[in-house]
């Protein structure tokens, strides 16, 4: 169903509603407070389409967006209603809408689920945790030996970067994007270009596309083997654990020649590119990958062989299709339980339309699909490299365009970073600032997975089952 | 079995010295003499205040950056239009924060021959997590040189800090600070643990480490590379 079939079909219902269609590819439905229920409910139960977020602005009067993507199209829908009360509680038709009214209601009740009974007890865990993690309570509630209930409770490290973002000029405000998660630095920087040049209708050229593509990839890599030597360690499989350590330091050290920092910051600037990149750096990062290829995939096989690893993951911390559905999951983690979603395909951005064929899934959802599925998308990521720099023929120079923002546009885009899909709202406002900028991260959205996945594990199967998750508390917390 | 044959073949994957130069980190910017005619072009784009220019006498001007603050994004290099900054390699930027006095020194000694420290994070944004759990990989491995992590504070000597301190984190961290033995050292790491960085003014932010513990050791970056914080570690332990 295309975007103008959603305006006729909406049409057709006899709703007092008003249409806008901006930057192409999102349909912006304004509708009555009363009305937003049903409306959600003919997008969510008819036309079927994904539930992503719901947010605030506090422009003028304070409006309420729900925002729902058709992943087959490639559009988004965001139905907007004004309210001066309390936000409408959509949690009954959509369950992961409870999550999303924490952040808008101010008196939205949360109750923790408690377990009772003869053996139950509970188990609190963090905020510090042993270890080199970050911080986050968990509050285990066990009968026996079997996991009966797990409460997470993050927002520790909540630091108000929405809020800052509307007081940094939209020349730098790269770097605070880079800044919500060190992890997926350049998946931010690129959301933040992409949002940019969507805005401003432009295009960069093909080999910056490409070499963009290239940083990216580069960044899953790195990232993928940590996940997997992550999980090799908690197991306690040390000898893979620490190959991939050093696979990935060695990717890390190939950032910082191409880059200039490990994590490739400030490199992805929007309307540019903010490095220079000639033959030998292209030659370099053939050569550094090409000699890892192999060797990744021998410690990746070796691991797969060894029962005692196999007797660990499979069959652990299982999220059925059902509730990887329910919980509105994405990226890897959601992959593994069957859902067959990739932003990178839905909505392809700079090289993926022409580079990335297919989705890969697995169908059972445990932490054994997940170590599978990251060794797939790592593999990915070494042909989408090889293949994107077929695209650059020529030396790039590194140009920084200045951005003049006008006031009044908005956009949606998104990204498919490490942990999943990435979605980031903007509104522009004066002086060259944005008046408003929503961050939806793929972590915010998968943690409730994981206290879905421990459900009958034992305890000492928790951190291997957060493992496989890996989901960042920075960016969920914000 | 496969292990031994992958060992075999492949051999020691690790380096001697982790404190090698290396042409390609980021460092300390510095800032050539007379050529600067104050257009203030860089103290404006810098996010987190750290340039400062200072006129000297008969107009000539003098650009101080202060590495503690700086977050290294370069952009005040690319804007300069006389090129007056520029760029090192030279990591090496650590620094003690001896407040001037003989009782600390001899608290180093004591920590001459083996380190444990117990890390938090209080608000970072996660990159120098990263890097510090890549200081225990087979390339740098830190256990050479007696540092070690502890689960506990309990049982730790140091406490490393990466990032602003967050309202939430703020009664956590001053738990763990007091739940470890005396004598006991701080070690701020990264950019925004001493300073704030960027998130400095953020909402949920109630202060910065060197306002709430003493800070022993600072060990700038954005975030610092494992080099760095190791010779950050070393330069406590009095071994360089």
């Given at each position: 169903?295309?975007?103008?079939?959603?305006?006729?079909?909406?049409?057709?219902?006899?709703?007092?509603?008003?249409?806008?269609?901006?930057?192409?590819?999102?349909?912006?439905?304004?509708?009555?407070?009363?009305?937003?229920?049903?409306?959600?409910?003919?997008?969510?139960?008819?036309?079927?389409?994904?539930?992503?977020?719901?947010?605030?602005?506090?422009?003028?009067?304070?409006?309420?967006?729900?925002?729902?993507?058709?992943?087959?199209?490639?559009?988004?829908?965001?139905?907007?209603?004004?309210?001066?009360?309390?936000?409408?509680?959509?949690?009954?038709?959509?369950?992961?809408?409870?999550?999303?009214?924490?952040?808008?209601?101010?008196?939205f009740d949360y109750k923790v689920k408690e377990v009772s009974g003869t053996g139950a007890y509970q188990v609190a865990v963090g905020p510090v945790h042993a270890g080199i993690i970050e911080p986050g309570h968990f509050r285990f509630s066990v009968m026996g030996e079997p996991i009966e209930n797990l409460e997470i409770r993050l927002r520790y490290k909540h630091r108000g970067i929405?809020?800052?973002?509307?007081?940094?000029?939209?020349?730098?405000?790269?770097?605070?994007?880079?800044?919500?998660?060190?992890?997926?630095?350049?998946?931010?920087?690129?959301?933040?270009?992409?949002?940019?040049?969507?805005?401003?209708?432009?295009?960069?050229?093909?080999?910056?596309?490409?070499?963009?593509?290239?940083?990216?990839?580069?960044?899953?890599?790195?990232?993928?083997?940590?996940?997997?030597?992550?999980?090799?360690?908690?197991?306690?499989?040390?000898?893979?654990?620490?190959?991939?350590?050093?696979?990935?330091?060695?990717?890390?050290?190939?950032?910082?020649?191409?880059?200039?920092?490990?994590?490739?910051?400030?490199?992805?600037?929007?309307?540019?590119?903010?490095?220079?990149?000639?033959?030998?750096?292209?030659?370099?990062?053939?050569?550094?990958?090409?000699?890892?290829?192999?060797?990744?995939?021998?410690?990746?096989?070796?691991?797969?062989?060894?029962?005692?690893?196999?007797?660990?993951?499979?069959?652990?911390?299982?999220?059925?299709?059902?509730?990887?559905?329910?919980?509105?999951?994405?990226?890897?983690?959601?992959?593994?339980?069957?859902?067959?979603?990739?932003?990178?395909?839905?909505?392809?951005?700079?090289?993926?339309?022409?580079?990335?064929?297919?989705?890969?899934?697995?169908?059972?959802?445990?932490?054994?699909?997940?170590?599978?599925?990251?060794?797939?998308?790592?593999?990915?990521?070494?042909?989408?490299?090889?293949?994107?720099?077929?695209?650059?023929?020529?030396?790039?120079?590194?140009?920084?365009?200045?951005?003049?923002?006008?006031?009044?546009?908005?956009?949606?885009?998104?990204?498919?970073?490490?942990?999943?899909?990435?979605?980031?709202?903007?509104?522009?406002?004066?002086?060259?600032?944005?008046?408003?900028?929503?961050?939806?991260?793929?972590?915010?959205?998968?943690?409730?997975?994981?206290?879905?996945?421990?459900?009958?594990?034992?305890?000492?199967?928790?951190?291997?089952?957060?493992?496989?998750?890996?989901?960042?508390?920075?960016?969920?917390?914000? | 079995?496969?292990?031994?044959?992958?060992?075999?073949?492949?051999?020691?994957?690790?380096?001697?010295?982790?404190?090698?130069?290396?042409?390609?980190?980021?460092?300390?910017?510095?800032?050539?003499?007379?050529?600067?005619?104050?257009?203030?072009?860089?103290?404006?784009?810098?996010?987190?205040?750290?340039?400062?220019?200072?006129?000297?006498?008969?107009?000539?001007?003098?650009?101080?950056?202060?590495?503690?603050?700086?977050?290294?994004?370069?952009?005040?290099?690319?804007?300069?239009?006389?090129?007056?900054?520029?760029?090192?390699?030279?990591?090496?930027?650590?620094?003690?924060?001896?407040?001037?006095?003989?009782?600390?020194?001899?608290?180093?000694?004591?920590?001459?021959?083996?380190?444990?420290?117990?890390?938090?994070?209080?608000?970072?944004?996660?990159?120098?997590?990263?890097?510090?759990?890549?200081?225990?990989?087979?390339?740098?491995?830190?256990?050479?040189?007696?540092?070690?992590?502890?689960?506990?504070?309990?049982?730790?000597?140091?406490?490393?800090?990466?990032?602003?301190?967050?309202?939430?984190?703020?009664?956590?961290?001053?738990?763990?600070?007091?739940?470890?033995?005396?004598?006991?050292?701080?070690?701020?790491?990264?950019?925004?643990?001493?300073?704030?960085?960027?998130?400095?003014?953020?909402?949920?932010?109630?202060?910065?480490?060197?306002?709430?513990?003493?800070?022993?050791?600072?060990?700038?970056?954005?975030?610092?590379?494992?080099?760095?914080?190791?010779?950050?570690?070393?330069?406590?332990?009095?071994?360089?």
């Open positions: 169903m295309k975007i103008t079939d959603t305006i006729n079909s909406l049409e057709e219902l006899n709703f007092d509603l008003k249409y806008e269609v901006k930057n192409n590819n999102e349909l912006y439905v304004t509708v009555k407070a009363d009305q937003i229920r049903k409306i959600v409910l003919i997008c969510v139960e008819l036309y079927k389409f994904n539930y992503i977020c719901e947010f605030s602005i506090e422009d003028k009067e304070r409006s309420i967006n729900c925002v729902f993507s058709n992943s087959k199209q490639g559009y988004y829908v965001i139905c907007r209603y004004v309210t001066e009360n309390h936000p409408i509680d959509l949690s009954n038709i959509i369950y992961q809408s409870r999550l999303f009214q924490r952040e808008i209601n101010k008196d929405e809020k800052q973002c509307e007081d940094i000029n939209a020349n730098s405000l790269n770097l605070m994007f880079e800044r919500v998660s060190g992890e997926s630095t350049v998946a931010y920087g690129e959301a933040y270009a992409i949002l940019v040049e969507k805005i401003q209708d432009l295009e960069v050229s093909k080999e910056i596309k490409a070499f963009r593509t290239v940083l990216l990839e580069l960044e899953r890599i790195y990232n993928y083997m940590d996940d997997l030597g992550g999980i090799a360690n908690d197991i306690g499989y040390s000898y893979v654990a620490k190959k991939f350590g050093y696979f990935s330091e060695i990717i890390h050290q190939l950032c910082e020649r191409v880059s200039g920092s490990r994590f490739m910051r400030n490199a992805i600037v929007p309307l540019g590119i903010n490095i220079d990149f000639n033959e030998k750096k292209k030659n370099d990062i053939i050569e550094t990958l090409q000699s890892l290829k192999s060797r990744v995939s021998s410690i990746y096989k070796m691991s797969l062989n060894a029962v005692s690893f196999l007797d660990r993951v499979e069959d652990t911390g299982m999220v059925s299709r059902v509730i990887a559905k329910k919980l509105c999951m994405t990226g890897v983690v959601a992959r593994a339980c069957n859902l067959k979603y990739d932003v990178r395909v839905a909505f392809p951005y700079e090289l993926y339309k022409e580079i990335k064929k297919g989705i890969n899934i697995e169908s059972k959802g445990g932490v054994f699909e997940r170590y599978k599925l990251k060794g797939l998308e790592l593999n990915d990521a070494f042909n989408f490299i090889e293949k994107a720099l077929t695209y650059i023929n020529t030396d790039i120079k590194r140009e920084k365009k200045e951005i003049c923002l006008k006031e009044g546009f908005e956009a949606i885009v998104s990204v498919e970073t490490v942990k999943g899909e990435l979605v980031v709202y903007a509104l522009t406002g004066k002086e060259n600032k944005f008046s408003r900028i929503y961050f939806k991260t793929p972590s915010f959205t998968n943690w409730p997975g994981v206290s879905e996945a421990v459900l009958g594990e034992i305890i000492p199967d928790f951190p291997l089952i957060n493992k496989s998750f890996n989901m960042s508390y920075s960016e969920n917390d914000r | 079995m496969n292990n031994i044959f992958d060992r075999i073949k492949y051999g020691t994957e690790t380096i001697k010295d982790p404190l090698k130069s290396n042409e390609f980190s980021y460092g300390k910017i510095i800032a050539k003499e007379n050529v600067c005619d104050n257009c203030e072009k860089c103290t404006n784009i810098c996010l987190v205040d750290a340039i400062k220019i200072n006129t000297v006498g008969n107009c000539e001007h003098q650009v101080n950056i202060d590495n503690k603050k700086c977050i290294y994004c370069r952009n005040c290099i690319d804007i300069c239009p006389k090129s007056v900054l520029n760029m090192s390699s030279d990591y090496k930027m650590a620094e003690l924060e001896l407040a001037g006095d003989k009782l600390r020194e001899k608290i180093y000694n004591t920590f001459k021959r083996s380190l444990v420290l117990r890390v938090i994070d209080t608000g970072s944004c996660n990159a120098c997590m990263s890097e510090l759990s890549a200081l225990q990989n087979t390339f740098y491995d830190i256990s050479r040189f007696g540092i070690n992590v502890a689960a506990s504070p309990r049982h730790a000597d140091g406490l490393v800090v990466t990032g602003p301190v967050t309202k939430n984190m703020k009664e956590a961290l001053e738990k763990t600070y007091h739940a470890m033995a005396q004598p006991k050292i701080v070690i701020a790491v990264g950019s925004c643990a001493y300073n704030g960085g960027l998130f400095k003014e953020g909402d949920g932010v109630y202060d910065v480490v060197k306002n709430i513990l003493p800070v022993d050791l600072v060990i700038p970056g954005c975030p610092p590379s494992p080099q760095a914080i190791i010779f950050g570690l070393l330069k406590l332990m009095d071994k360089i």
